[in-house]
């Protein structure tokens, strides 16, 4: 029987309370926006940890794409500094090595959302379209 909560979970929610502190009050790149850091997926051997986050730029919630890429370049060139960082704080033997993603499922939301609201107002607007030639029918 597989445990519920494995060490590599655990790691990989004490790398992204780390990371997430040092990307906040350490690194002060001016070419990073406002990262949040979603999840964090380590390997079974500890080799490495994908590292998946998404980007606000000026208030917007989704980035553009020059924002993301720019983003992703940034943290996966500073991605050994922040391991040699998590090696310092952390305890344990092996130190995975980082890799960054950008997450695309707040997009995918917004997309999915949008889709729904539109399906809502056709299908709404299709049934006032039908009660109101029902009604003239009656007359």
Known sequence: MAKDYSR??????????DLAEMLQFE???PRLGLVTLNAVKVAS???YAD???TVMKSGMPVADAATIKETES???????????????????????????????TLER????TGL????????SARQTGEQAGDEKEEK
């Not at 939301?109 to 999915?112: N, S």
């Open 51 to 53: 590292i998946y986050f």
């Open 109 to 112: 939301g917004h997309h999915l």
């Open 74 to 104: 940034v943290l996966n060139d500073m991605a050994g500094f922040l391991r040699s960082e998590l090696a310092r704080d952390m305890k344990t033997r092996i130190t995975p090595a980082l890799r960054f993603h950008y997450d695309v």
């Open 8 to 17: 590599t979970q655990r790691l990989g929610e004490q790398i992204k309370r």
């Open 116 to 123: 729904i609201n539109k399906a809502i107002k056709e299908d």
């Open 45 to 47: 051997d500890l080799g």
């Open 27 to 29: 690194v002060k790149d």
